[in-house]
């Protein structure tokens, strides 16, 4: 047996978005394999790039080639394995490679980080979080309230937005802040809302949280890959993501984490594993651990290797066309959807997602008027079209137009089957 080669995709012009289309395997429809579904669910789970599959068999035939000697031969050692992402990874999401690190998953991440930066005392000792926060971010920041013995009903603090609207305010953020003041420890925001796509700005809410003395946190799982994103600037203390949604590194994939280049030699207490301790003396077994200057200082153990071999893959994909194109396309194909929706179907569905392209990523939801029902109806009439989307309770349809692999036919095929529906449930 030979070891694959580390083959990827040649490099392309950044306006060939018809031909980076082909990179990635579109699922085929149940009923004709030779036609592709629409997919709009690149915020959930996003597609499989060909090349994932190459660099994944790569592994596999490393792994039964040279069994542990795998370690240290072949194009891509698992002893540095991990430090193959780390320069794309820095790049894509605006942080310096000493800043960043793939591992685990989002919450073990964020359990990670608030164990050395939410370090509450007796007067300093709230969480402020959103009030619609996807609910593992809602478990972990109470499961961390508890641990110190605080109660998650008088420090945890949900802030939600004014009756009548789905959305926060940037001025709202500010005042809460400000409102709990020297009693605040951390903020923990998204960098977009998973359930109305609105996009948080990052620096602004560090610069509020700082301000009072408070830690900036940020769960990034909807932002990353979907954003151009600028974390050293931006100040955030830490940040975790996923990887499976826009970066399109498969189900479960490893996930990242950023921890700010002044945190790089911190005291602060934290979980140790045997991997974040310093390279240059890791073999020794020594029994005093001695971390890692920067993220990679809160490694646990050895790096996901098949996990993160799907992330080679996507990051090399993000690098060769870069965040700047990716956004401009994504702002062209959900502009494009907002407004065909707005002019031609506003008496059936409310768009929740600000209308301010700013202020969103690619993601748009969706309430059907008539209620949640009607809205259910709306999503399984769509998936009987081949188009696949994102149903969310009690009454939200979620349609991310994913730059890398969605066109604009696409787009319009969801106004039209969206049409036809409205159209049909009016006369039964």
Known sequence: MTVVANILPVPMPIADFAALRTEFAIPQTATDSAMSVHYFCGNSLGLMPKAAKTMVLEAIDAWAVEGVEGHFKGTAP???YHELVRDDLAQLVGAKPIEVVAMNTLTVNLHLLMTSFFRPTATRNVILMEARAFPSDRYAL????????LDASTCLVELAPEPGSDLLHPDAIDAAIQSIGERLSLVLMPGVQYATGQAF???????????????????????????ALNLHASNADFAVWCSYKYLNSGPGAVAGAFVHERHALTDRPRLAGWWGSN??????????FEP?????????????IFSLAPLRASLAQFSRIGMPALRARSLQLTGQLSDRISAELAD????ITPSAPAQRGCQLSLRVLKGALAGRACHAA?????????????????????????TFADVDTLVAALKI??????VR
């Open 78 to 80: 698992w002893m540095t």
């Open 142 to 149: 109470a499961s961390q309230l508890k641990l110190h013995g």
């Open 348 to 351: 059936f569905i409310e768009i």
């Open 292 to 304: 890692t200057p920067g993220a990679e200082g809160w490694q646990l153990s050895n790096p996901p």
């Open 279 to 288: 390279a240059n003396t890791r073999f020794q077994m020594g029994p005093n």
């Open 382 to 406: 769509l998936a009987s079209a081949n188009i696949i989307a994102d149903w969310r309770e009690p009454d939200v349809i979620r349609v991310a137009p994913a730059p890398m692999y969605n």
């Open 201 to 227: 700005d990052i620096a602004r809410i560090s610069r509020a949280a700082h301000a009072v003395g408070a830690i900036a946190g940020f769960d990034l799982a909807h932002a990353v890959g979907n954003l």
């Open 421 to 426: 529906h409205f159209e049909e449930a009016a």
